[in-house]
């Protein structure tokens, strides 16, 4: 009988040890809502190497694809809410996908707010192929070969989905959309010509762009980026309007204690402001959200102005999953 009440004794001491153990523990894990060698999972990759440093354990990136992004999220946010998994998205993802998929869960009340990351233009780039070689000459291009373009994307409700769609409103054109699992295989067959056009993200084509593989014709910004200053916004290449900002954010499922958050944010604030991070994202066409726009608080409040901004868009756009 004493051997019994002393193993139980043990076993709740080890219990409360284990429960004791200060945040974080053990590796914590970041769900990225599209395949591995894209845009998004870039972020990721590049803020986990920083936030290992100042958090002290492993930060691991898993690609969990599929569904524009909403496999990969839902996943995330059933996830026990104790700071070892979180959620990196954007826009897309964590925005505009409420508006167009019957999603289990609510973006807005089942994630907290970590942080705002960056926020990155899109760009609108074509395979060398392409005749034009300025936007005015591709939209007669795209105007002359209506219902014939193939345009890649992400999958419904991605970024460089509704980006298009705002596109073809915009115009009046009208596109064959080639849904991948994310933009990283989207753009190999830009670049081996199996699609015509990507509306994608600055930060996944910068590299195909300088390298001279595809070709870009505008960003869909007010101001032209400092790592491609040769390329024009959309006003002054003649759409005024077309403005997309692909701002990206990490969030922790609801219910995971206010502590943890505020070591997360402490740590991706810490990543934000080392200099090799700032140039990555600089490089890449990224722009880093201000100081004061870094906290928790303020991503939750951006988040919700987002949704209230885009979901009238969407649902009048008609987006629907296929």
């Given amino acids: 009988m004493m051997r019994v009440v002393v193993a139980a004794a043990f076993a709740m001491f080890a219990i409360g040890s284990a429960q004791a153990q200060p ?3 053990r590796p914590i894990t970041i769900v990225v809502p599209f395949s591995a060698g894209g845009p998004t999972d870039a972020i990721a990759r590049t803020l ?3 936030m290992r440093v100042s958090l002290g354990q492993t930060i691991l990136v898993e690609n969990v694809t599929g569904a524009g992004g909403t496999i990969g999220v839902v996943r995330a946010a059933q996830a026990a809410p104790d700071g070892y998994t979180l959620s990196l998205g954007h826009l897309g993802t964590h925005v505009v996908n409420g508006a167009i998929y019957p999603l289990k869960i609510d973006l807005l009340n089942d994630f907290v707010p970590v942080a705002l990351l960056a926020s990155n233009p899109m760009m ?16 007669d291009w795209l105007k002359g070969n209506a219902g014939k373009i193939a345009v890649g994307t992400a999958g419904v409700g991605s970024g460089s989905h509704f980006s298009a769609v ?12 080639v849904p991948y699992r994310g933009t990283g295989p989207a753009l190999q067959d830009l670049v081996a010509g199996q699609i ?25 910004d007010t101001k032209r980026l400092g790592a491609a200053p040769d390329i024009p916004t959309a006003d002054e290449a003649g759409l005024p309007g077309f403005h997309i900002s692909l701002w990206s954010a990490l969030w922790a499922p609801k219910g995971t204690p206010k502590d943890v958050v505020a070591k997360l944010n402490a740590a991706v604030v810490d990543a934000l402001a080392d200099p090799a991070v700032r140039q990555r994202f600089a ?37 629907k999953v296929e």
């Avoid at 705002?166 to 009046?172: R, S």
């Avoid at 015509?196 to 960003?219: E, T």
């Fill in 166 to 177: 705002y596109l073809q409103t915009l115009t009046g054109l009208t596109f064959n959309f």
């Fill in 48 to 50: 986990g190497d920083r």
């Fill in 283 to 319: 490089d890449a066409g990224l722009e880093i959200p201000p100081r004061d726009k870094q906290t928790p608080e303020a991503l939750g409040a951006y988040h919700k102005a987002e949704a209230d901004k885009w979901w009238p868009i969407i649902k009048a756009a008609n987006i």
């Fill in 124 to 139: 609108i780039v074509t395979k060398n192929d392409i005749p034009a070689k300025t936007f005015r000459e591709l939209l």
């Fill in 196 to 220: 015509d056009m990507i509306v994608d993200q600055a930060s996944n084509s910068m590299a195909q762009v300088q390298g001279g593989k595809i070709r870009a014709y505008a960003i869909t």
């Fill in 23 to 25: 945040y974080p523990s």
